[in-house]
């Protein structure tokens, strides 16, 4: 399964430099700062041994900058956010970014040398929500996967809402998964589950380093 993952969604694993987010084009900073990701992937062998503390540093790093959480969580879960009270919103983000993270950090450990290959953006001066369209081309040719990335620019520059992986929403598909929970449990439920899941999670990856 964090093979198909990693060969889905490793573009998306590859996005990093906060401190250039507001200085470059959207898929400029994707194009540059893959590059760069690639270049410490391949270079660091506890990374490519499947080091998890050492990924999930370097995700903590260079990803998570990039990325609107709190857009992608009330996205996720669609009409109920509104019913959510603050402090179940906060609860809500919190649990599915750190689900995010262990999912997309253990898909990480699983890089084979994949290539990405950013199409250039028309941009216009006024345009502040893009689709950044790439493809993982896997090793030893096969089949590449689209991987398209839904941005939006704010005060602090371009960031990830939401990513279609061969044209399906990541969001989309949490939110029917966080619909149908909430309908039948309500949505403290559904922060129970995510935070037991990211529990489980942090077990494992703590006897994996042992």
């Not at 950090?105 to 953006?121: C, N």
């Not at 345009?127 to 590449?144: A, C, D, L, S």
Request: aromatic share 8%.
């Amino acid at each position: 399964m964090c093979k198909i993952l990693w060969q889905a969604m490793a573009g998306w694993l590859l996005l990093v430099g906060a401190a250039q987010a507001d200085m470059l084009a959207p898929d400029a900073l994707i194009k540059d700062t893959a590059l760069e990701v690639i270049a410490i992937v391949k270079q660091d062998p506890d990374i490519k041994a499947g080091n998890q503390k050492k990924v999930l540093a370097l995700v903590d790093a260079k990803v998570l900058p990039n990325f609107d959480f709190n857009r992608m969580t009330q996205l996720a879960a669609g009409k109920y956010w509104r019913q959510a009270t603050p402090e179940q919103k906060k609860a809500l983000v919190a649990e599915f970014r750190n689900m995010l993270v262990r999912t997309y950090t253990k898909a990480f450990t699983l890089y084979r040398d994949q290539t990405i290959e950013v199409k250039p953006l028309k941009l216009a001066p006024e345009e502040t929500e893009v689709t950044v369209r790439t493809r993982v081309i896997k090793t030893g040719g096969g089949q590449p996967t689209s991987v398209d990335y839904q941005m939006k620019k704010g005060d602090e520059g371009w960031k990830v809402f939401d990513v279609a992986i061969e044209g399906v929403s990541m969001v989309t598909s949490y939110r029917s998964t966080f619909a149908s929970q909430i309908e039948q449990s309500g949505i403290d439920a559904l922060i129970k589950t995510l935070a037991d899941m990211n529990a489980d999670a942090g077990k494992l990856h703590k006897a994996d380093a042992k």
